[in-house]
């Protein structure tokens, strides 16, 4: 059943990435893709049993829910930006005590690690694209 999670995971990644790359990196999606690729990731570090998948990803789902709903309502009331990570802070902190229903201590904490990853490999490849924008149509002036 690992296999089977190991491929999805491979396979709607790399789907994710050419339709990314086809559409140019459209920035006026809903974040699907974005969260699609989040998916593949965690289900590929969490290494997750079927008995864990099946418990792990209805809370994972009602987490990025309340994580989305607080950012949402501190952009509404232009809250100070500490001010929301406070708040998501405490929804980790909740979501700590549900995962663990669902995943050793040692998943949970791989699961926040590799949240942080992927925010961070994000970052990363946001900005080597910016760059090659940039370096593009530097190219495209001199010609």
Known sequence: MRKLFFIL???FSCITTVVVAQEGGDAKNDGSKLEALKIAYLTKKLNLSTEEAQKFW???NQYMAEVRKTRS???LNN???IDTEDKILAVRKKYDGEFAKALSTEKVNSFFKAEKEFGSY???ELQERRLQ?????RRNLRN
């Open 58 to 60: 209805p809370i994972y």
């Open 9 to 11: 995971a491979v396979f």
């Open 79 to 81: 809250e100070k930006e």
């Open 122 to 124: 994000i970052q990363k």
């Open 73 to 75: 309502d501190a952009r």
């Open 133 to 137: 924008r940039v370096d593009n149509r």
